[in-house]
């Protein structure tokens, strides 16, 4: 096998990269595909908290590549997944300690044997996100239906499409369709609009995340709540499943309105 | 650098500053690259591979308007701060002298600027936090949601042509406007300066066949 590598990034912060990265790898290591993550944010780890892995590492990615240690060794097998895989970020170092050809070398070294090596990259612009896509196959942009967030989304997309990495994806996280309908959140349309790439996911604003982060247990392990349910379905679009998109409100037009557009090519 | 083979260029380059690691160690790099066109990918290689070696490629020197603008669209500086004698520009042979453009046939997104001495013209969207400068005029078929300076070397006669003008930041010559659509307004619209004010009006066919 030959594994796909997908990076999720976002330009700015707490959108929900690290969360999207842990349950789409949740969610397809859950289908029988063998799957790595590597928590490229080196010196802010916090995938290994997300996945509930913290208490076992003992080799990190900067051991790696400084050759401290075999990629084996750095490699976490989940217990309650076992085609499930964590390479964590060194904690005491910062984004200078890797360059983007030792990520290239890396994930290289990986992909004859994994199905998908997801990589979590770190907010902003810099050293850090140029590590993060340098191996990409795939490259997952997360944002929110924020202006702010929008707009770091926008100037990521064009750094994407420049290091000709593109077409970047959407997910679009942190919908509330409560406030949409009020008129206090920007609608789905108005960041398709913008962006205009292709969506891959719409996740609700769901509490069940904030308590799964805390324990450890992304919410993808079991599709039962709403953002589990929407991760899911967005791990079976990127295995080139047509899945429709969750219909979060119930008997709301917008969604129906949605699922044409992006039919129709999104712009 | 001199000619020949791109791939070739790039490995000598390499090896002249492995070759002085320590002078070139946290140097930060302009390169003069001739009429070499290459394309972002490769420029990004380079870079990436330069920092590899602990170098920082900030700036790339080029004849090339196309290389310019893919190192522009990587962040790159294009210019060094002693600006290099004009390029001359050759006359077309048709009966019309037009003026310089550059044509741009992409979105501009967040971060992206366009700068040239002459015309711009973009076809796709000009996003919020994106630029574009020209010394002459700027048309833009697509939406301006950004900033579009024409005239920045103090032409008043210069316009701002947009399909579709939502909040933006205009500038013409030495005057500025943060112009935000008015509801329900649309369709293209020229900007221009009238008695010292930017006046942004909706495009007439007729009126504005002009000279």
């Known amino acids: 096998m030959t594994a796909k590598v997908v990076t999720v990034t976002s330009g700015k912060g707490g959108v929900g990269k690290t969360t999207t990265a842990a349950n789409l790898a949740v969610a397809l290591a859950s289908h029988g595909d063998k799957v790595v993550c590597i928590d490229s944010d080196i010196g802010l780890r916090n995938l290994d908290v997300v996945l509930g892995l913290e208490n076992r590492i003992v080799y990190d990615l900067v051991d790696v590549v400084e050759g401290r240690c075999r990629l084996k060794q750095a490699m976490i097998r989940d217990k309650r997944l076992p085609e499930l895989y964590l390479i964590p970020a060194a904690q005491t170092r910062d984004k200078s300690a890797i360059?983007?050809?030792?990520?290239?070398?890396?994930?290289?070294?990986?992909?004859?044997?994994?199905?998908w090596i997801f990589i979590d990259s770190p907010a902003g612009i810099e050293r850090g996100f140029r590590n993060a896509?340098?191996?990409?196959?795939?490259?997952?942009?997360?944002?929110?239906?924020?202006?702010?967030?929008?707009?770091?989304?926008?100037?990521?997309?064009?750094?994407?499409?420049?290091?000709?990495k593109g077409p970047a994806r959407l997910v679009l996280n942190r919908l509330n369709p409560a406030l949409v309908k009020r008129g206090d959140m920007l609608a789905p349309e108005d960041v398709l609009e913008l962006l205009a790439i292709e969506l891959i996911g719409i996740v609700p604003e769901d509490e069940a995340v904030v308590v799964s982060t805390n324990r450890g247990q992304p919410v993808a392990l079991d599709g039962k709540t709403r953002a589990g349910?929407?991760?899911?379905?967005?791990?079976?679009?990127?295995?080139?499943?047509?899945?429709?998109?969750?219909?979060?409100?119930?008997?709301?037009g917008f969604f129906q309105k949605l699922s044409k557009m992006i039919r129709s090519g999104g712009n | 650098m001199g000619e020949g083979d791109w791939p070739e260029l790039e490995q000598s380059l390499l090896t002249h500053i492995e070759e002085q690691e320590n002078f070139f160690q946290g140097a930060r790099v302009a390169l003069e690259i001739g009429n070499h066109v290459l394309r972002?990918?490769?420029?990004?290689?380079?870079?990436?591979?330069?920092?590899?070696?602990?170098?920082?490629?900030?700036?790339?020197?080029?004849?090339?308007p196309v290389t310019a603008q893919n190192a522009q669209t990587l962040g790159l500086g294009t210019r060094l701060s002693t600006p290099k004698p004009e390029r001359v520009m050759r006359k077309m042979e048709t009966t019309l002298d037009g003026e310089a453009a550059i044509f741009v046939p992409r979105t501009l997104r967040s971060g992206f600027k366009v700068s040239y001495?002459?015309?711009?013209?973009?076809?796709?969207?000009?996003?919020?936090?994106?630029?574009?400068?020209?010394?002459?005029?700027?048309?833009?078929?697509?939406?301006?949601r950004g900033a579009a300076r024409a005239g920045v070397n103090g032409d008043a006669n210069a316009h701002i042509y947009v399909l579709e003008m939502n909040a933006?930041?205009?500038?013409?010559?030495?005057?500025?406007?943060?112009?935000?659509?008015?509801?329900?307004k649309n369709g293209p619209q020229v900007a221009g300066i009238q008695n010292g004010q930017i006046i942004v009006q909706n495009w007439e066919y007729k009126e504005k066949q002009r000279e």
Not at chain 2, 168 to 183: E, G
Request: hydrophobic fraction near 45%; charge should be negative.
């Open chain 1, 99 to 115: 360059s983007p050809s030792d990520m290239v070398n890396v994930c290289d070294e990986l992909r004859e044997e994994m199905d």
């Open chain 1, 133 to 164: 896509i340098a191996p990409a196959d795939i490259v997952i942009v997360v944002t929110n239906p924020e202006v702010s967030a929008v707009r770091d989304a926008d100037r990521i997309i064009g750094l994407v499409e420049s290091e000709e």
């Open chain 1, 229 to 252: 349910q929407a991760f899911q379905n967005i791990a079976r679009r990127l295995k080139g499943e047509q899945v429709p998109f969750l219909n979060i409100e119930g008997a709301e």
């Open chain 2, 40 to 64: 972002a990918a490769e420029l990004g290689a380079l870079r990436d591979k330069l920092a590899d070696h602990g170098v920082t490629l900030w700036a790339v020197i080029s004849n090339s």
């Open chain 2, 117 to 144: 001495k002459g015309n711009v013209i973009v076809v796709g969207d000009v996003n919020a936090g994106a630029e574009i400068e020209a010394t002459g005029s700027v048309m833009i078929w697509g939406r301006l």
């Open chain 2, 168 to 184: 933006a930041a205009l500038r013409i010559a030495d005057v500025d406007l943060n112009y935000s659509q008015p509801k329900g």
